[in-house]
């Protein structure tokens, strides 16, 4: 069984920048759609960027122009970079995989790691 590990979430300021990165373990034969989306309080968990293995992805539209997701290896198979940060993206961000392994096709989500812009 897979596991994934979100990493590089942390208060910034607004117009500051941060990477998330997510790590994946396990017997992992393939990666499908790999992505993120995010949480904030009271609210329902929203698609923010995801990526299919031929590379086509797909923003939210408050996020478009700001933020970049992008493929990796085995290792760390997708990662967001995240500019020109706004008070409003402040949320837990959850890595998303849909991966194929030993047991056949399977959907893995991470704990999240938190983000939080503000001054």
């Known amino acids: 069984q897979a596991q994934v590990v979100e990493s590089g979430g942390g208060l910034v300021q607004p117009g500051g920048s941060l990477t998330l990165s997510c790590a994946a373990s396990?017997?992992?034969?393939?990666?499908?759609?790999v992505g993120w989306y995010r949480q904030a309080p009271g609210k329902q968990r929203e698609l923010v960027a995801i990526?299919?293995?031929?590379?086509?992805?797909n923003y939210a539209e408050s996020v478009k122009g700001r933020f970049t997701i992008s493929r990796g290896n085995a290792e760390t198979p997708v990662s967001l970079q995240m500019n020109s940060l706004k008070p409003e993206d402040t949320a837990v961000y959850y890595c998303?995989?849909?991966?194929?392994?030993?047991?056949?096709?399977?959907?893995?989500w991470g704990q999240g790691t938190q983000v939080t812009v503000s001054s």
């Open positions: 990526i299919t293995t031929g590379g086509i992805t």
């Open positions: 998303y995989m849909d991966v194929l392994e030993m047991g056949g096709r399977r959907n893995y």
């Open positions: 396990g017997t992992i034969f393939s990666f499908y759609v």
